[in-house]
C-alpha cells in the first residue's frame, strides 16, 4: 500500500484516543440492550438486536459532536504556537484527521464492520484497508463507495460462517481489492501532500489564518462525514 499514506495514517493512530476499542464503544453507545443483545451486537452486528432508525440518530450525534471538536481545535491550531499534536505533521491537519480516524471507526462499527485494531491495539491489515476506503469516500475517491460495498459483502460472509469470531481475517489477500486499496492510498497521499504545503502557506498569516482553518474544517468535515455516513447505511452489514 502507498508508504506515504500509511505513514502518515499510522501516525494520526499513535494519537492517544485514535484508536477505537469496538467492544467498548458498542457497549457504552447501547447501555440499554440487555446483555445477550449486547453479545450479538459485538459479536455480529448492531442491526441485529437495534433498529436502523435508532443506529441512524446515533450516527448523526457522532458527526455533529466530532463536527464541533474538529473545528474549535482547528481554529486554535491555525494560530502559529498553538497545540502541536505531531513533529511531523501540521497540527492543525493532524486534528482534523484524528477526527476523520475516529469518525471512520465508529460509524463503520456502528454499521457492524469489524474490529480494525488487534489485541495489542495495532492496527491489522484489514484496518487498513478498511480505514483507507472509508476516509477515500470521505475524499470522493472513485471506487472507494465500490470497495466498501465488496468489503461489506465478505465481511457479511464472514459473519454468517464464523459468528463468534470477530477478528478480521485478509482481505488483502484478494488482488482485486489489493489493487484497489493501492490506488484509493495513493490519491489520499497525494491529497495529503498537497494539503500540508497548503496549509503551511496559512500560517504566515497569525489570526487570520486561524478563522480560514476554522471555517474550512467546518465546511469540509460534516460533509465529508455524512457522505461516509450514507455508504456505510447503503452498505450495513446485517
Keep these: 500500500m502507498n508508504g506515504t499514506w500509511i505513514t502518515f495514517l499510522n501516525g494520526i493512530l499513535k494519537m492517544p484516543g485514535a484508536k477505537i476499542d469496538r467492544a467498548a464503544f458498542l457497549s ?17 452486528s448492531p442491526l ?27 481554529a486554535a491550531a491555525g494560530i502559529p504556537g498553538g497545540i502541536a499534536m505531531l513533529a511531523t505533521i501540521p497540527a492543525d491537519m493532524a486534528n482534523y484527521y484524528y477526527h476523520v480516524v475516529a469518525v ?12 480494525m485494531v488487534d489485541d495489542k491495539g495495532n492496527l491489522t491489515g484489514d484496518g487498513e484497508v478498511m480505514l483507507t476506503a472509508f476516509i477515500g469516500v470521505m475524499n470522493k475517491v472513485q471506487t472507494a463507495n465500490q470497495l466498501i460495498k465488496s468489503l461489506a459483502i465478505e465481511i ?9 469470531t470477530r477478528i478480521a481475517g485478509n482481505l488483502l489477500s484478494k488482488q482485486i481489492v489489493a489493487q484497489t486499496v ?21 500560517k504566515l498569516i497569525p489570526v487570520v489564518s486561524g478563522l480560514i482553518c476554522g471555517a474550512l474544517t467546518y465546511t ?3 460533509p465529508q462525514a455524512k457522505r461516509l455516513h450514507a455508504s456505510l447505511k447503503a452498505n450495513a452489514i446485517r
Aim: net charge positive; charged share 30%.
Design 28 to 44: 457504552n453507545t447501547f447501555k440499554n440492550l440487555t446483555p445477550e443483545e449486547r453479545r450479538i451486537c459485538i459479536d455480529e
Design 48 to 74: 441485529k438486536v437495534v433498529d436502523a432508525a435508532t443506529i441512524d440518530k446515533k450516527a448523526s450525534s457522532i458527526i455533529n459532536v466530532h463536527t464541533a471538536k474538529v473545528t474549535s481545535l482547528s
Design 104 to 115: 471512520g471507526q465508529k460509524l463503520g462499527y456502528l454499521y457492524g464492520f469489524p474490529d
Design 156 to 164: 457479511g460472509k464472514r459473519i454468517s460462517e464464523e459468528t463468534a
Design 182 to 202: 493501492e490506488v484509493i492510498a495513493k490519491k489520499l497521499g497525494t491529497q495529503i501532500t498537497s494539503r500540508t504545503a497548503s496549509r503551511s502557506v496559512t
Design 220 to 222: 469540509t468535515f460534516r
